[in-house]
């Protein structure tokens, strides 16, 4: 992809102990993953949220370069940075090394149906690119509040794919692109409403009407 598409790496870091959620394990336990990304609304609430969503032109791309959106942080005490945290979240029986990246487990990719057992075959997706947020009003955020929005494991805006379709993704919108695999369509949109709404973000019309075919076949 233009920018977007850079490929993601892991930073080493001292071992402590992971925490996922509620449970607190040391980085070479096996974990089982979550139902996707948390916070993704159902289809109802997408609805609404999209309703809420402000319409506005597509802004310009003056200005934006990854390097204003910081991201991969280490997450607060503990030696796991977000991308790690993202796919022992969202893989099955994974084991980590010390410096809390995946040795061992199992993925599969929502996107595409793609199941791998090599974390490098991995993107961290996010759900709104930083481009398009940078397009839809993140120009006029502070460093700061780019920097959470790209760390963001609150909401559905972080998720493991296939790298190739990651790419092929770019920074499109869904009314320019959507997964190969239908059967996630649904939920791809939800996710896309729901960190648009939580940030605040605009949509344009072709945007909001994607979407809302989205949903009405959902």
């Known amino acids: 992809m233009p920018v977007e598409r850079t490929l993601r790496t892991a930073t080493a870091v001292l071992p402590v102990l992971v925490v996922l959620g509620c449970a ?31 319409t506005a032109r597509e802004g310009s791309m003056d200005g934006y370069d990854r ?23 969202d893989g099955e029986n994974v084991r980590t090394g ?4 995946p040795t061992s487990g199992t993925w ?5 149906d793609g199941s791998w057992s090599d974390p490098s075959e991995l993107d961290i997706d ?5 481009a398009a947020a940078w397009r839809s009003g993140a120009s006029d955020w502070t460093r700061k509040k780019r920097e959470r929005f790209a760390n963001d494991l609150s909401g559905p ?48 019309e072709a945007e909001r009407t994607a979407l809302r075919g989205v949903l009405d076949g959902c």
């Open 24 to 54: 607190t394990l040391t980085p070479t336990e096996e974990t089982d993953s979550t139902a996707g990304p948390p916070g993704a609304p159902d289809t109802a609430r997408a609805e609404e949220m999209l309703g809420d969503l402000r």
């Open 157 to 204: 805006q972080l998720l493991a794919v296939t790298d190739n379709v990651n790419q092929s993704k770019g920074d499109d919108t869904p009314d320019e692109w959507l997964p190969p695999d239908e059967s996630f369509h649904c939920e791809y949109a939800s996710s896309w409403i729901g960190t648009k709404h939580n940030w605040e973000l605009s949509v344009t």
């Open 126 to 130: 996010h759900m709104v690119p930083l």
């Open 67 to 89: 390097d204003e959106f910081p991201h991969w942080d280490e997450a607060e005490g503990e030696n796991c940075n977000v991308r790690e945290r993202v796919l022992i979240r």
């Open 108 to 112: 599969d990719s929502p996107y595409d």
């Open 98 to 101: 010390s410096d809390c990246y």
